[in-house]
């Protein structure tokens, strides 16, 4: 298959709208060029018609004694009309259908002009081309009405010369409004496909588990398309959903099974002295014990999961909920001789967040914390605000620090233990699924906050877990 | 012009026959200048007498060497019909008959000009790219030094002249002279575009007429009436003729009427037939040129054209160079000026 090049939506306006505006420049152009023509053609005409009615009018009846005709021509009349671009002027007067004076060559119009009202033409003379006017009217000639026609005609090229100088300057406004047309469709390309990019990077910011429907306000040439788009989240959710809810009813369903499979195996190893037979139950008793952990933790990492998409925040008070959670996990730490230290600020640090997401990635970290420990040691747990990180970037932060003296990371990358089911080479017999900081980390994406491990300055692990402070 | 022929008849060497039948119109006098064997020839065609235009033409063809001109002189009718008419090759037309010129130029008998050589010149001094003035001439009145003897006042406009008639009939009658416009082109032209301009024209042709003034055909021939004492007062002289009369015998004044005077243009175009336009645009160049224009008004003694001159005397006004000439040249209202002049002449 070919790849081809994707359409341009961007492209295809700009061309069309320029496409479009070169063909109205043109117009433009044609219509300055056309009235302006017609005009000054309109202008000259009627100088050059009153001329010739004032000749015609000033023409008397000839002497009783022949059939003359007496014939003033003014010179100012012919200096006015050759003065625009100094034309040259022609006439000629005939009477009773014979030329009396003038130039006996210039053409007649193709139709007789009425009585006193000026037809005009346009024909070739000599070498140029003249524009004439024609009037009409009659003489008394030796005592009965003659017919007299004059013609006067002037060369146009003032007028020719004018027409071009105003067909350059429609030429330019032609021009200037494509360019002005140019860079404005230039302009609307862009702002009419702003709200699509704004809806790709809606889009495209959203974490990777945020399915809520699109809200943001688009145009309503987009709305089918968020429509769409909205439907195809909502199945995608529920498709989600259910397989989540299955992963927590399965977990669920194996528990029970396995929770009485772990009292019938210690009921056989209380009353069985056979040590090998005893050795087995142990063994039994160890493997059910970590498949209900497992068991647990997948039920665990379904709701986060669950809850992540729902994305239901409220308001939390952090100080409250870290130390109900440490009073908690007092009596496992206990049963290992291990003190736990809670710090934590008098204010009750309040944040927006989801108590059930916050407890499930704290459970888990206090849970490593102590497991990884080696007994008769403590565990520092410290409740803190930070400042934004370069100095005014970003929000501030709640930050919640796990610090234990345990046997630390190996040197193993921390980013690699929040991977599904992934363990650490340093676990020894410490049992586990490998789902704990997968859960973690997938709680504080959800919250827009930020998991860390770290190895902890004079032996341990640091686990740092921080939540954006409102405002 | 046939007073250039009178004043000149003696001077001209190679003086033509008075008809050329083969020719179809007559010329008056030609001379041929530069080297009798060069190539090319640039044939000039002038109502200007070759004794004025002998200086300027030398001075053209001493700076483009290898060129010779043929000069043929005849009257402005003549000039107009050996064009219009007899098509007669020519490359360059000089006349003072400003109307007879215009009308070549407008029925299409010019060829245009290069734009270059016209940009500097004034406007009234050429019409569009085809007609260019080479000379400006005053049309003047002049007075014999006796005109006023017993103290009269000096006339300065028309209005004096007609007073001074009227007042000393007795003096005057027979005595005063002008153009014929019957016969005369350049009359013709000055009486129409006097007639233009005011109303005094036909009082002042009234009074003549009572006076029984007596009509010309050249400006020569009135200047040598006033020299001899026929003539007191003779009206519408090119002051050119009279500045160049007066130099070698003085015995009247030159006035240039101070309400008008018209100044003639003396123009040049090249016809379309023109056998070397090339040389004939260089030649015109050179009239219009500092150079040309020195030699014209020194040596000839025609007046350059100076746009100054009309700022320095406000009076003149030079005779516009547009179709508005062509109106008086038509053929019927001629006739009808003529007839009212005749009228205003012969009076009892
Ligand atoms: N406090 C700690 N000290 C040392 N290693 C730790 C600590 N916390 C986590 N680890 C390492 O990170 C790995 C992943 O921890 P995680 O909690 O995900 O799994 P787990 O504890 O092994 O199993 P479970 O799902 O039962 O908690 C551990 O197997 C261990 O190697
Ligand atoms: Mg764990």
């Known amino acids: ?471 | 012009m046939r007073n250039i022929r009178a004043a000149l008849a003696g001077l001209i060497l190679a003086l033509a026959g008075p008809v050329m039948p083969a020719r179809g119109y007559e010329i008056e006098a030609s001379a041929h200048f530069g080297p009798p064997d060069a190539a090319r020839r640039l044939a000039v065609l002038s109502t200007t007498d070759i004794d004025f235009l002998r200086p300027v033409i030398e001075g053209w063809l001493a700076r483009t060497p290898g060129i010779g001109l043929d000069y043929t002189l005849a009257s402005s009718q003549e000039v107009y019909r050996a064009i219009a008419e007899e098509g007669a090759v020519f490359d360059v037309v000089i006349s003072s008959a400003m109307d007879l010129q215009m009308k070549l130029a407008n029925d299409g008998f010019a060829r245009p000009l290069p734009a270059e050589m016209l940009r500097t010149r004034p406007d009234w001094s050429r019409w569009r790219n085809l007609l260019v003035a080479v000379a400006q001439e005053p049309v003047t009145m002049i007075l014999s030094d006796h005109a006023l003897d017993g103290g009269l006042p000096m006339p300065h406009t028309r209005r004096d002249l007609i007073a001074l008639l009227r007042d000393h009939p007795d003096r005057f009658r027979g005595r005063v002279g002008t153009y014929d416009p019957e016969v005369s082109g350049a009359g013709y032209l000055f009486a129409a575009q006097e007639a233009r301009l005011s109303d005094t024209f036909w009082r002042l042709a009234e009074v003549m007429g009572r006076l029984d003034a007596r009509l010309f055909c050249c400006s020569g021939d009135m200047i040598a009436a006033v020299r001899q004492g026929d003539l007191l007062i003779a009206y519408n002289v090119l002051g050119s003729y009279a500045a160049a009369d007066g130099r070698t015998a003085p015995g009247f004044v030159v006035v240039e009427p101070e309400d008008f005077t018209l100044t003639l243009l003396r123009t040049a175009l090249v016809p379309r037939g023109a056998a070397d336009p090339t040389t004939a645009e260089a030649f015109v160049a050179f009239l219009l040129s500092p150079g040309g224009q020195q030699l014209i008004s020194a040596a000839a003694g025609l007046p350059a054209i100076d746009a100054g001159a009309f700022a320095l005397k406000p009076y003149l006004r030079p005779i516009r160079l547009d179709p508005g000439l062509l109106a008086p040249l038509d053929r019927i209202s001629r006739q009808g000026f003529l007839a009212e002049w005749r009228a205003a002449m012969d009076q009892p």
Not at chain 1, 325 to 344: F, G, H, K, N, Q
Not at chain 1, 394 to 415: F, H
């Open chain 1, 1 to 471: 298959m070919t790849r081809r090049r994707p359409t341009s939506l961007r492209r295809r306006l700009v061309i069309q709208l320029l496409a479009l505006s070169a063909v109205l420049s043109a117009l433009i152009f044609l219509a300055v060029r056309i009235s302006a023509d017609r005009a000054s053609e309109e202008t000259l005409d009627a100088v050059l018609g009153a001329a010739a009615v004032s000749l015609a009018e000033a023409m008397r009846g000839g002497d009783r004694d022949g059939g003359s005709v007496t014939v003033d021509l003014s010179p100012v009349t012919f200096s006015m009309l050759a003065a625009m671009g100094e034309e040259r002027i022609f006439y000629r007067v005939d009477l009773d259908g014979r030329t009396v004076t003038g130039y006996g060559d210039l053409p007649l119009p193709a139709e007789l002009p009425d009585a006193l009202a000026p037809r005009f033409y346009t024909v070739g003379f000599r070498d140029t081309e003249l524009r004439v006017a024609a009037v009409r009217r009659s003489l008394m000639v030796a005592g009965r009405p003659a017919p007299l026609l004059v013609l006067l005609g002037q060369t146009r090229d003032g007028q020719e010369a004018i027409a071009e100088g105003l067909a350059n300057r429609a030429a330019l406004v032609g021009l200037v409004v494509f360019s002005a047309a140019a860079i404005f469709s230039l302009l609307a390309a862009g702002s009419l496909l702003r709200p699509i990019g704004t809806l790709a990077e809606a889009v495209g910011r959203r974490g990777p588990r945020d399915l809520r429907p699109l809200r943001d306000q688009a145009p309503a040439e987009l709305s089918p398309f968020v429509t769409a788009l909205n439907g195809f989240i909502a199945r995608l959710r529920g498709t989600l959903s259910q397989t989540e809810t299955f992963i927590a009813e399965a977990a669920h369903h194996i528990r029970t099974p396995l929770s009485v499979m772990r009292n019938e195996a210690e009921l056989a190893l209380r009353e069985t002295s056979d040590e090998p037979a005893r050795a087995r139950l142990r063994r039994l008793i160890r493997a059910v014990d970590e498949g209900a952990r497992s068991a647990g933790q997948l039920l665990d990492h379904a709701t986060v999961l669950y809850r992540a998409g729902q994305q239901e925040m409220a308001e939390i008070a952090l100080g409250p909920l870290v130390a109900a959670l440490v009073e908690r996990s007092r009596p496992i730490a206990a049963m290992r001789d291990i003190t736990l230290l809670p710090s934590l600020p008098a204010e009750p640090l309040r944040i927006r967040g989801d108590a059930v997401l916050i407890e499930a990635a704290l459970r888990n970290l206090l849970d490593n914390a102590v497991k990884y420990s080696p007994p008769d040691s403590a565990i520092d747990i410290v409740l803190a605000t930070l400042a934004p990180a370069g100095g005014g970037a970003g929000a501030a932060m709640a930050e919640i620090r796990i610090a234990d003296r345990g046997r630390g990371l190996d040197g193993a990358a921390p980013q690699a233990f929040t991977i599904r089911f992934r363990r650490g080479s340093n676990v020894g017999d410490v049992p586990g699924s490998g789902l704990g900081l997968t859960i973690v980390a997938e709680a504080a994406a959800a919250m827009g906050g930020r998991f860390d491990l770290s190895p902890r300055e004079g032996g341990g692990t640091c686990a740092t877990f921080a939540l954006p402070l409102p405002g």
